[in-house]
């Protein structure tokens, strides 16, 4: 895979980050957000992300939810990910 992936971390109260991800330059853009533990490596975080990416093209029609709301109907176990499609430019706008 040849894209750019942005990563941004947060520390949790509970000790654990929460690395917010996005990328350019892949099939599409996505965003997404991962929950790690403090003793994963970059690399654990970026094939983590990788891997849930190639899923998600694979089998995009029951891999995201529509919005946050819908989070309880999900059919896959995302392992603490959560992956989000940007709207193509000029979707949404009339």
């Not at 509970?14 to 690399?43: C, H, I, W």
């Not at 654990?44 to 190639?54: A, C, F, M, P, S």
């Not at 694979?58 to 989070?71: A, E, K, M, T, V």
């Amino acid at each position: 895979m040849d894209f750019k992936l942005r990563l941004k971390s947060k520390k949790l109260g509970s000790g654990r980050f929460q690395v917010n991800f996005s990328t350019e330059g892949f099939l599409m853009d996505y965003y997404g957000y991962l929950l790690t533990e403090p003793t994963a490596s970059v690399k654990d975080v970026v094939e983590k992300i990788q891997r849930h990416l190639g899923a998600a093209t694979q089998r995009s029609d029951s891999y995201f939810q529509p919005n946050l709301f819908s989070l309880g109907r999900r059919e896959i176990n995302s392992g603490r990910v959560m992956i989000f499609r940007r709207g193509a430019p000029g979707e949404g706008q009339g």
